[in-house]
C-alpha cells in the first residue's frame, strides 16, 4: 500500500521545451564556470525510476561531445521508493518506456536486453541513485542545478517551504532551481530570483 500511494510518474525528455534550454543554455554556462577537474553537481529530487536523471546525463554527454570534456558531471537522484530507486539503478526500460527518446538517442545510449533496452555504463556511471526523505533527512550541498519538477504540487504549503528552504541551503550561491510548470517558490521567493 505504501509504494501505491507514492506517484512514479515520470518521461524520459518529459519537458521537451525545458530540456532543450537545459542542453543549448543552462548545462553550458553552468560548464563554463567550472575549472578543469571541477565537477558540476546535479541533484534530481523525487527522481522516481531514474528517467529524468539519465535524460540529463544524456543531454550532458551531448554537449561534452564538442566542448567541456574535462568537467566531470555527478548527477545524484533521489526519491522516497526504494522500489523506484532499484529499477533507477537498474537502468532497464520497455519500448514504451523510450517513447520520447530518439532513434538516435536510443542507439547510442541503449542497449538492447532480453526484448528491453538497458542505459549505456557511460550513462549509468554519471548518475548515483539513493532512497531519501526530501522532507527530513540531510540534503545534499555544494550543487549547481537542483531539478525537482512536480512533486511541490503534492505537498502542503508547510512542506513546500521546508523543501525550498532545503534547496536554497543544498545550493551553490549562483546554482539553478528547475521547478515544474505548475510549481513556485510560494512564500519564499526572498531565497531566489526568476531566471528563466
Known amino acids: 500500500m505504501y509504494n501505491d500511494l507514492l506517484i ?3 518521461n524520459f525528455f518529459r519537458d521537451p521545451e525545458a530540456c532543450k534550454y537545459l542542453k543549448t543554455t543552462l548545462f553550458p554556462k553552468l560548464l563554463k564556470t567550472k575549472k578543469t577537474g571541477e565537477p558540476l553537481r546535479i541533484w534530481v529530487t523525487a527522481c522516481s525510476t531514474g528517467e529524468e536523471a539519465y ?3 544524456m543531454l550532458l554527454l551531448e554537449i561534452q561531445e564538442t566542448r567541456f570534456r ?3 558531471v555527478q548527477i545524484f537522484a533521489t526519491d522516497l521508493s526504494n522500489q523506484a530507486v532499484s529499477k533507477a539503478r ?3 526500460y520497455t519500448k514504451q518506456e523510450l517513447e520520447q527518446v530518439s532513434p538516435k538517442r536510443l542507439q547510442k545510449f541503449f542497449t538492447r536486453s532480453n526484448g ?7 550513462v549509468r556511471d554519471m548518475c548515483v541513485f539513493a532512497a531519501h526523505n526530501l522532507l527530513s533527512d540531510p540534503p545534499f550541498s555544494r550543487v549547481d542545478f537542483i531539478s525537482c ?3 511541490l504540487i503534492y505537498f502542503d504549503t508547510a512542506a513546500q517551504k521546508k523543501a525550498i528552504e532545503t534547496f536554497h ?7 539553478f532551481l528547475l521547478l515544474g510548470k505548475p510549481e513556485t517558490v510560494g512564500s519564499s521567493a526572498q531565497l531566489f ?3 528563466n
Open 169 to 175: 541551503y543544498a545550493l551553490n550561491p549562483d546554482g
Open 193 to 195: 530570483s526568476a531566471f
Open 55 to 57: 535524460s540529463m546525463a
Open 116 to 122: 528491453d533496452y538497458r542505459i549505456t555504463q557511460t
Open 90 to 92: 537498474i537502468g532497464v
Open 8 to 10: 512514479n510518474v515520470t
Open 70 to 72: 574535462d568537467i566531470p
Open 149 to 151: 519538477c512536480n512533486l
